[in-house]
């Protein structure tokens, strides 16, 4: 945490909240500093906001509510279509910010940015897909039903897609008419004013979108706030444990995504090229920090041709250049320790990510890309979360055995299967206990119009984030029986 008093100047003025479409102060004279990690520099101040911040924001919310709310679903999908204009023409800037505050190399911050245009096309079909149900359901009665708005909904978010994450929420509760108060994460604050700015700049009304930055004590006031309707928050397990129970107990409506431990199975048929490539590109993009990172290869039988793959291609990848550092450096020496106990528990590394230093990046938080071979299920590095660009190898007989180490992960994010077996794929779709499975693919997200969402610890509560299941989320529905014709009679229904 910085001093009261900023020391020196930053790259970037402190960072404020948003509210009722301005940038304002916090009053809160606390502040934590935002770093670059691929540099180790100080770039920024976030403001740690407290309740008082929280109600602002949700004042702000309530009294544009109502407006948005009656204005018709066509005219509000229009805000996104001119969004996601912007965010294709700013894509530049808003990707060098990501890159600058989360450290991920600039191919796959742009990535993230087309990704949330991507969900800003859903958004702006939600007036064809949220179009009512109506049934004449006995003679002259019609029942149809309409999905109004929640009110006031907050979305709290995580570092590792400084963006998308903010873009999983933001276009779908809006257009759907809801107002939101955001939190992302204090470690990477910055890209959400751009978002609020772009989202101005495109004609979305003030206060219908407010920001307000900073950490345990603003998630906690937003769980306990009368007026907050929903949240909806993606993070660790263990802070989605703690605002799912908090929310609910204040009788909210909470979506709350957790952390992942991804497997991979690894069939000694799988085709090698394509499945080296794949798990490599999976445990290490976005250096390892996504929630759908394969963390765990369960490799099945004679597959040492593939690992042996895997290795070339992880040796050939240089960090700072095609891999970025990890967030902070707590993260880079918690990732660090895991790898030392696992090799001190008789794992053998294969390829050794630790004591990176990138030249001319030498403070940067940087973790080489890691192969861990001869795990076993046992081991603390195969069963916790790592979020770092390590992937461990446990050693299976058959596809049984690698499905009971998958079945038994506290975690259920995202499960793959490579083979060229269509009956052993489709077995391992069935069994696996994750909410997202694959088939030669190393990071199986299902893209709109399909929802994102875990099983077991890695989501809390119902309905998805993303795609249609999030609709459920952001609306209630009103099911309307109407009659006019009284020749119609009277039943004992109507
Ligand atoms: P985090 O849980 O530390 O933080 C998430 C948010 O919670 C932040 O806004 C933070 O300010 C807030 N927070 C932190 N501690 C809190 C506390 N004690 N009480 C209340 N609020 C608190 O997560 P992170 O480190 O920012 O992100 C990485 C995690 O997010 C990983 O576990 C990853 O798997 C997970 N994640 C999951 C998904 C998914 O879809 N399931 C997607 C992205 C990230």
């Known amino acids: ?75 509000r999908a229009q805000v996104f279509y001119r969004y996601k204009a912007l ?114 700049e495109a004609g979305l009304p003030d206060g219908v979108l407010n920001i307000v930055h900073g950490g345990q004590q603003t998630v906690e006031a937003i769980c306990d706030h009368p007026f907050i309707d929903a949240i909806s928050f993606v993070g660790s397990t263990h802070v989605a444990k703690i605002v799912y129970r908090r929310g609910s107990a204040s009788l909210k409506r909470v979506l709350a995504l957790g952390g992942a431990k991804n497997h991979l199975i690894v069939m000694p048929d799988a085709e090698p090229e394509m499945t080296s490539t794949n798990v490599v590109a999976s445990m290490s993009g976005c250096a390892g920090q996504r929630c759908m990172a394969a963390s765990v290869m369960m490799a099945v039988g004679k597959t040492d041709p593939i690992i042996e793959r895997m290795v070339r ?20 020496e918690r990732i660090e320790r895991y790898i030392t106990e696992a090799e001190e528990a008789g794992a053998k590394v294969l390829v050794d990510g630790r004591g990176c230093v990138v030249p001319g990046k030498e403070n940067g938080f940087y973790v080489g890309p890691t192969l861990i071979d001869h795990v076993t299920p046992d081991m ?81 509560g119902t309905g998805d984030i993303t795609g249609r299941g999030s609709i459920e989320l952001w609306t209630r529905a009103k099911k309307m029986t109407t009659k006019w014709n009284k020749e119609a009679g009277v039943n004992w229904m109507s």
């Open 1 to 75: 945490m910085s001093a009261i008093e900023r020391e020196a100047p930053t790259r970037h003025p402190d960072v404020r909240n948003y509210i009722g479409g301005s940038f304002v102060d916090a009053p809160e004279r606390e502040f934590l500093d935002v770093t670059d990690p691929s540099t180790g520099e100080v770039i920024s101040r976030v403001p740690l906001s407290g309740a008082s911040e929280v109600d602002r924001a949700v004042d702000a919310a309530r009294a544009a509510q109502p407006a948005w709310a009656a204005t018709p679903i066509k005219e």
């Open 87 to 200: 965010l294709e023409k700013n894509i530049d800037s808003l990707a060098a910010l990501v890159s600058e505050e989360n450290g991920k190399v600039r191919g796959e911050a742009e990535a993230e940015v087309l990704k949330s245009a991507e969900l800003c096309e859903f958004a702006c079909s939600l007036p064809q897909i949220v179009a009512g149900e109506v049934l004449e359901v006995s003679r002259g009665v019609e029942c149809r039903v309409e999905h109004y708005p929640v009110g006031v909904v907050a979305s709290i978010t995580p570092f590792n897609f400084p963006n998308m994450v903010p873009n999983w929420t933001i276009p779908n509760a809006l257009a759907l008419g809801n107002c939101m108060v955001l939190k992302p994460s204090e470690q990477v604050p910055l890209s959400a004013g751009r978002i609020a700015e772009l989202l101005r």
């Open 313 to 332: 291609v992880v040796r050939a990848m240089v960090p700072g250049v095609n891999i970025g550092p990890v967030i902070s450096k707590a993260a880079k």
């Open 380 to 460: 603390r590095i195969a069963q916790e979360e790592i979020f770092g660009p390590v992937m461990v190898i446990i050693r299976a007989n058959d596809v049984d055995e690698a499905l009971a180490v998958q079945q038994r992960s506290r975690y259920g994010n995202a499960a793959s299967v490579f083979t060229e077996s269509g009956g052993v794929a489709r077995y391992v779709m069935e069994k696996a206990s994750a909410g997202m499975v694959g088939v030669n693919v190393g990071v199986p997200v299902p893209r709109e119009p399909f929802g994102f969402g875990g099983w077991n610890e890695s989501k809390f």
